[in-house]
């Protein structure tokens, strides 16, 4: 019998998948290929953290169900986070929730706060999850460009136009911006909470990144916009600050009827995390602060070492100022391969794996973009490589 899945075929055709088959196929070959595509942290979660996991884990009082929007503790301890890092109070009990990992909780979110039909606006590109959500929740996208940058976007949202009662329900955001490495001031923040008060817009801002940004660049949470919890939540995940993302473990703050929304959701979708993982995420924040820019040092040298060495081979990319990635147009001479046949042929040729930019959004088309997750000299050898291949 031929079934149909009609949510399923919403869905295009996942681009990463192509390049991970050609990188599985190459390695099945014997070929050694610098994955330098997903953004998969190599780095050790630090110590503190896994010695409590294993404390809490032996404790078998902790292997029962939890409480689906975290332990109360937890919960707490995001509250003091947010007081310690950006001056901005929370309310642990209303207007704070543990997820299991940014990406569950956003897209559980986006879930609870529409119906079939809402328009959601998105950055393009974007990180997939962005748009896919409202996709899988059967939204229409109005997708606004940032290829240039959050000036271009942020010129677009002030002329986007609606009949009153017709207006988008959810604005996404999310800086320091996946893929693109867009970084923003408080002053972008000021705007959109403005706007998105005059419209009726509901904001999710997507913090992953808050701690890797550098040169003096600047991660700014909305919250600390006046009046941003009226409109406004933020995601925040554990495992780029902190190297833990196989925990699978973030959480939610900001306007405490979204965060009842999510709460409500997730109460019939699941137990909450593994309880010593949450307790393990307590130590994080409270006791893990001088990790983090040991952490973001390690990303920031190794995009040194891979801007320069594609300079050198004739690719001039921007240094980016945030993220744990390099968004790179493609060289003029292979412009006319389009994004996932020059991903392709760099693992061919150069041994090499990237995340083609098509994946990310049509205004993706074009570029590459590289994680940086293999050490400094993986990196100077995969340079080698691009360097043999461009230059061939």
């Known amino acids: 019998m031929d079934y149909r899945f009609p949510l399923i075929e919403k869905l295009p055709p996942y681009v990463f998948a192509v390049i991970t088959q050609y990188k599985m196929e190459a390695r099945r070959r014997g070929e050694d290929i610098i994955d330098l595509g997903m953004g998969n942290p190599d780095l050790p979660t630090p110590d503190p953290i896994v010695d409590k996991m294993v404390e809490a884990a032996r404790n078998s009082r902790n292997h029962r169900y939890s409480a689906s929007r975290g332990i109360p503790n937890l919960r707490l301890e995001i509250a ?20 299991m990992g940014a990406k569950e909780g956003f897209s559980h979110l986006v879930m609870a706060l529409v119906e079939p039909g809402t328009k959601v606006i998105v950055p393009d590109p974007s990180y997939p999850i962005h748009s896919f959500a409202a996709t899988i929740a059967g939204c229409e996208l109005i997708k606004l460009p940032i290829d240039q940058g959050a000036d271009q976007m942020m010129e677009s949202l002030r002329r986007l136009e609606y009949p009153k009662g017709q207006h988008p329900r959810l604005l996404i955001l999310s800086f320091p911006h996946n893929p693109t490495t867009v970084t923003v001031n408080l002053d972008f923040f000021h705007e959109a909470v403005a706007i998105a008060r005059e419209r009726g817009y509901l904001i999710i801002h997507d913090l992953a990144y808050a701690d ?154 074009g570029y590459v973009r590289f994680a940086l997750v293999e050490n400094e000299q993986r990196i100077a050898q995969a340079v080698r490589g691009i360097k043999s291949f461009l230059t061939e």
Request: charge should be neutral.
């Open 212 to 365: 890797l940004v550098f040169d003096g660049a600047e991660a700014p949470s909305i919250l600390q916009v006046p009046g941003a919890k009226d409109v406004a939540v933020e995601m925040f995940s554990m495992s780029k600050s902190y190297s833990m993302a196989g925990w699978r473990v973030g959480f939610c703050a900001g306007n405490p009827q979204v965060v009842a929304a999510l709460t409500r959701l997730k109460s019939y979708l699941d137990y909450g995390i593994f309880q010593p993982i949450q307790i393990a995420s307590i130590i994080a924040l409270r006791d893990c602060d001088e990790y983090v820019p040991e952490i973001a040092e390690v990303y920031r040298r190794r995009r040194d070492v891979l801007i320069k060495g594609l300079a050198s081979a004739g690719w001039d990319v921007p240094t980016p100022k945030g993220t744990m990635f390099v968004w790179a147009k493609l060289p003029p001479a292979f412009a006319h391969l389009g994004s996932l046949e020059f991903a392709k042929q760099m693992i061919a040729k150069a041994g090499v794996a990237a995340s083609p930019g098509n994946g990310f959004g049509e205004r993706g088309e």
């Open 80 to 99: 003091r986070w947010y007081e310690r890092r950006y001056g901005v109070e929370i309310d642990p009990e209303t207007e704070a929730i543990a997820t």
